[in-house]
């Protein structure tokens, strides 16, 4: 669940731009040395919650950031496509926290983990 700090305020990134970011990142996983006769490891891209509101110490280094991350779930769901990664999208099950409007609650944590588990457990599992 990479992306978020690609839309501090000190950085021209978009959706697309982020996306191409996580696709650089699976080809490296993809092409890392392992071991003779381990299989390359299934790679699941999760699409972080979108940016809402920067508040509190954070907002000026988020700000811009909402509008910045629009589209970032399509976008990473795309590269994951082209790529035959797994996809989640975690705003199906969280959004960002209501408190900085970035990072996540404590809650959100555990909620994510469950969801990501039901994802991630069968991708294991048929190595």
Same mark, same amino acid.
């Given at each position: ?41 299934? @790679? ?20 811009? +950031? ?5 589209? =970032? ?33 404590? +809650? ?10 039901? @994802?991630?457990?069968?991708? =294991?599992?048929?190595?």
């Amino acid at each position: 669940m990479l992306g978020t700090n690609d839309f501090q305020s000190m950085h021209a990134n978009d959706a697309w731009l982020s996306a191409q970011g996580i696709a650089a990142l699976v080809r490296a996983i993809r092409e890392a040395p392992i071991e003779p006769g381990m299989p390359v490891p299934p @790679v699941l891209v999760a699409a972080p919650p979108p940016i809402r509101n920067p508040r509190g110490p954070i907002a000026p280094k988020f700000a811009g +950031g909402e509008a910045k991350c629009a589209g =970032l779930a399509a976008a990473y769901r795309e590269v994951a496509r082209e790529l035959s990664c797994a996809f989640f999208d975690c705003a199906a099950v969280i959004s960002s926290s209501a408190l900085d409007g970035v990072h996540l609650d404590a +809650g959100q944590h555990r909620e994510l983990g469950e969801a990501v588990a039901g @994802v991630a457990g069968p991708l =294991l599992d048929t190595r």
